[in-house]
């Protein structure tokens, strides 16, 4: 694992619903699972059950064929306004994920973002042939609105 020269994107879409709803659909970790397109379920771990600064969940995640899974830890729980956290690999943090919500005159403004901190030479190795980094980012930002997407008509249904 080392320090790259990480990148960071992120996404944003109006939601018809207000901020503390959709702040509670992300803070209930279990259910990521139903939004991202790549996450495929997250499970409390070390004895957390709810979203906490600190509270620890793993991430199991697929796309394509290549599944992985990576312990998470909270590092933002700032009720109806932002949720964070990281994601680690082998101990070292991988990637911040972050969620804020900001109220607007038709309901919220929610973001999501990511910045990639660190990570194995394998991969970086593969961002270096062509077009391979360029893919990466694209389907980043395709999942991160697929995630809204989800997020914005879960938050319809109340």
């Known amino acids: ?12 879409i109006e939601v018809a619903a ?5 702040w509670r659909l992300i803070a209930d ?5 139903e939004w ?19 509270a620890r969940f793993i991430g199991h995640t697929r796309q394509g064929p290549v599944r992985w899974s990576r312990v998470c830890e909270i590092t933002t729980s700032d ?6 956290f990281k ?20 309901g919220t403004r929610v973001t999501e973002s990511y910045e990639v901190v660190s990570m194995p030479r394998w991969v970086q190795l593969l961002h270096r042939l062509p077009g391979m980094h360029a893919k990466a980012r694209r389907d ?7 995630t809204l997407d989800r997020l914005r008509t879960a938050a319809k249904r109340g």
């Not at 080392?2 to 944003?12: F, M, N």
């Open 1 to 12: 694992m080392s320090r790259s020269r990480g990148w960071s994107d992120e996404v944003a």
């Open 18 to 22: 207000p901020p503390e709803r959709l």
């Open 29 to 33: 970790v279990p259910r990521m699972g």
């Open 36 to 54: 991202s397109p790549v996450c495929r379920r997250c499970e409390w771990i070390e004895g957390f059950a709810s979203a906490a600064v600190g």
């Open 79 to 84: 009720q109806d306004r932002e949720f964070a």
């Open 87 to 106: 994601t680690l690999f082998q101990g070292a943090e991988a990637t911040r994920w972050r969620y804020r919500f900001e109220s607007t005159s038709t």
């Open 140 to 146: 980043g930002l395709h999942n991160m609105t697929r």
